[in-house]
């Protein structure tokens, strides 16, 4: 049951209560745990003791939808006005010492941090330390077994779907209509939709395009696929269902015969990093030693850097996969951006991503979907050895 496990890990953490609020849809959190779909027009809480029983804690004004969608749910409060509503929450954080909510210290961890940093303040005023939520989200978005089917259906179609676009490209790179980034992107995404993936996105980048990590081609200026140049194609989709997680694949390629020397250097700086990664993520698992998402990040970084680019590679090295969007809020492989403490725990989605980024020139990112599970990690979607080439 999930409320048991939760109400466990909370023990594990000496947390007294986990405090999920929301306005106006604001935290996602609280609707995956409520089953309650739609925003509502005032502030709700959820309200996880310890021990006992859970409160669902909302507006009178709301109160004729103010119907969870889980059974563990039992109890249902409405408060009238903003003093009645703190009165209720004063009696049921009576006694907690720590509190969690979708909090991080300074504000390090924005897919966690989702509560107005006023509201967190009164909670504190009433007694209790407020401690982030972050490792109770991690254990809220564990896959199951219909998910990890639903997510490596889809990593199928994502690398079928990569390999038909590069090889339309390269077919047309020497014509006299070549194919453009925009073009390639609404083939990519009607493909995706004729396999019955939905969500598709898609990033075709030429050369200097691809060194913006999140370069998004235009209509008003299409770059067309010429030989000698560097192509990069990154495309994400899932299968439908509310929770179906995305999968997500980077590949690269070259438009002729001999890459440029500067171009293969990145590349394989690129691919042993990845695969350092990997590497970490196989061999922690096999020694039973639990990962923090940081700490994958500041191995490939390590390992970036000591093959002489330490400024180039200027994002994270993975993400968490979900379902709401591609960028998931379970834990990320990240000390750099959104530094990330969380322990990576199976089941879940990650990518392992790092890139390297010559602005004005070229760009090289290599990405795979991955799994962790009870029997380790998984790559789901390709994984890249050679430039893709005509």
């Known amino acids: 049951m999930l409320l048991t496990d939760i109400q466990a890990a ?13 306005f106006r849809g604001s935290n996602p959190i609280f609707h995956d745990l409520t089953g309650i779909a739609h925003p509502f027009t005032r502030r709700t809480v959820l309200w996880l003791p310890a021990q006992g029983d859970a409160v669902l804690l909302g507006s009178a004004v709301d109160g004729h939808s103010l119907v969870s969608g889980v059974d563990w749910i039992k109890r249902t409060v409405q408060y009238a006005g903003l003093s ?14 720590r509190v969690a909510m979708e909090y991080t210290p300074e504000g390090t961890n924005p897919p966690i941090s989702r ?24 254990l809220l978005l564990r896959w199951d077994a219909g998910q990890v089917a639903d997510h490596r259906a889809a990593a199928v179609i994502v ?12 077919a ?36 200097a395009h691809a060194a913006d990590p999140h370069y998004v081609p235009s209509a008003e200026r299409p770059t067309p696929i010429r030989p000698g140049d560097s192509l ?20 690269m390629g070259f438009a002729g015969p001999e890459p440029p020397p500067e171009l293969m250097r990145a590349f394989i700086a690129v691919r042993e990093a990845r695969d350092a990664g990997i590497a970490l993520l196989e061999t922690a698992w096999r020694g039973g030693r639990a990962l923090r998402g940081r700490e994958v990040d500041r ?58 980024y010559f602005p004005g020139r070229f760009g090289v990112r290599l990405e795979v979907s991955i799994v962790l599970t009870e029997q380790g990690p998984l790559v789901t979607t390709g994984r890249q050895d050679a430039l893709e080439t005509p």
């Open 10 to 22: 909370m023990g594990s953490h000496r947390i007294d209560g986990w405090l999920v609020a929301s």
């Open 84 to 97: 009645d509503l703190q009165h209720h929450l004063t009696a049921l954080l009576h006694g907690a010492q």
């Open 115 to 138: 509560v107005d940093a006023g509201f967190v303040d009164w909670v504190r005023a009433q007694g209790p330390a407020v401690v982030s939520s972050g490792d109770l989200i991690s």
């Open 159 to 170: 690398d079928r779907v990569r390999a038909a676009a590069f090889r339309e490209a390269f």
């Open 172 to 207: 047309r790179t020497d014509t006299v209509e070549p194919a453009t980034e925009h073009e390639l992107t609404a083939t990519i995404l009607a493909q995706f939709a004729a396999a019955g993936l939905v969500d598709g996105g898609v990033d075709v980048a030429v050369n």
């Open 232 to 251: 990069l194609i990154d495309l994400w989709a899932r299968r439908p269902g509310d929770r179906s997680p995305f999968a997500d694949s980077t590949w």
């Open 299 to 356: 191995h490939v970084r390590a390992l970036l850097v000591g093959q002489g680019y330490p400024t180039q590679f200027s994002h994270r090295t993975g993400h968490s996969l979900g379902w709401r969007h591609v960028h998931g809020d379970g834990t990320n492989l990240d000390d750099f951006e959104f530094p990330d403490d969380r322990m990576l725990a199976p089941v879940a989605g990650v990518t392992v991503e790092p890139g390297l």
